[in-house]
């Protein structure tokens, strides 16, 4: 098998591998919840999902939400709190809402039918290239390609692809060699799933489109990759000249950076005191206990809670720290439980019986914190 780029203009090993990918997949598929269909509303649900987050994280929350909301109109008609406590724990809740705002597009201009055409996908909101591409190729077997951190890793390793993936030339190359594989795959004779396989797939451009992205994430890992297992090993440019840890040439992250918070757990009777984040910040809608930001030099951080938020607090107890990465920040939480004296002043948060806060979505750092206070799930 020679390598795909050693033979510019020829289809010959590009077909060869591309059947290695097909066969590998159909008998190496892991066997996901959502293989088992071919309804775009799901895979569209899974492929957002995964945006971000690991398959086993995953899995819970499509199944759940699929009893939920089990089509686009139930989807459309959900309430915000729903939509966020469903969603609770995933993060990047953007998504979320805008899972909601396509849902209610595909009712109102597509009669509640979602669109086969990929521009038409493409247009509805929080649906970029990937996504319309993932949907496109594994709902309705289209030629699309689909690109993503995977994929990228094994075309990278395949090619020697060099140059920072970020980088807009370099990015197009890989686009336009998933383009070029999902076409050629397309050509070919449909792949057949083993016997007895309960796996739902729609024809070769899924079938090539996931095996790619099956492959980065079970064989051709980050670190270790598995290449004696590769079923294109004999055809990757980076085992071959023994370079696989230099591929993908990704520019290395920022260190994460420090921040501090103190939260308070401030209960009053069968009462506590939350509020909800505003619209246009990070974790919007989610709910959350008074806390403010402190300096990483601040040595009384009651007290500097105490000032921002105009508070009188009494009965101070320590909850211990909270800890939490989001994005690159790495987060430290210090919490405290207390009693507040007076009324506290507006948009310090809301009195809420304790028998309401497990229908409502909190952060995952508060969520964190509820259960170290006694009051959310064990
Ligand atoms: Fe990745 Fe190794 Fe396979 Fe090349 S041979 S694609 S580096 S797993």
């Known amino acids: 098998m020679k390598p795909i780029g050693s033979q510019p203009g020829s289809t010959t090993a590009s077909r060869q591998l591309v059947r290695r990918l097909l066969t590998w997949f159909a008998i190496n598929a892991r066997d996901l919840p959502w293989r088992h269909t071919l309804d775009p509303y799901a895979i569209w649900v899974s492929e957002i999902m995964l945006q971000q987050t690991q398959v086993k994280t995953v899995i819970p929350y499509y199944e759940r939400w699929l009893r939920e909301l089990p089509d686009l109109a139930r989807l459309a008609g959900a309430s915000s709190e729903r939509l966020h406590k469903l969603w609770e724990g995933l993060g990047y809740y953007t998504r979320v809402r805008n899972l909601q705002k396509a849902a209610q597009a595909i009712v109102a201009q597509h009669d509640g039918r979602f669109p086969r055409d990929f521009d038409a996908i493409l247009a509805l909101p929080g ?70 396989s309960l796996l739902q797939l729609a024809g070769n451009c899924s079938v090539l489109n996931q095996s790619l992205m099956e492959l980065g994430a079970t064989v051709c890992t980050p670190v270790n990759p598995r290449c004696p297992d590769c079923p294109v090993r004999a055809g990757c440019v980076a085992h071959q000249t023994d370079r696989v ?73 320590g909850l211990g720290a909270v800890r939490h990465s989001i994005t690159r920040y790495r987060i430290t939480l210090e919490c405290y439980r207390a009693n507040a004296l007076g009324r506290p002043p507006r948009g310090t948060g809301r009195w809420t019986p304790l028998t309401q806060l497990n229908e409502l979505a909190f952060t995952a750092a508060h969520q964190k914190l509820l259960k170290r206070a006694g009051l959310g799930p064990t």
Request: avoid cysteine.
């Open 127 to 196: 649906i970029g290239r990937y996504t319309a591409g993932a949907v496109s190729s594994i709902a309705f077997n289209e030629p699309r390609p689909i690109v993503d951190g995977n994929v990228i890793r094994v075309l990278a390793r395949l090619l020697a692809i060099s140059g920072d993936p970020k980088d807009k030339a370099v990015a197009e190359q890989f686009w336009s060699l998933a383009a070029r594989l999902v076409a050629t795959a397309s050509q070919l004779p449909p792949v057949a799933l083993p016997a007895g």
């Open 245 to 317: 840890a230099r591929f993908p040439q990704t520019e290395k992250r920022q260190s994460a950076a420090r921040r501090r918070f103190v939260a308070l757990v401030i209960r009053r009777g069968n009462k506590v005191l939350i509020r909800q984040r505003p619209a246009g910040v990070v974790n919007a809608h989610l709910w959350e206990f008074p806390n403010v930001e402190l300096d990483l030099q601040e040595t009384d951080p009651v007290n500097a809670a105490s000032r921002a938020l105009t508070l009188k607090l009494t009965n101070v107890s």
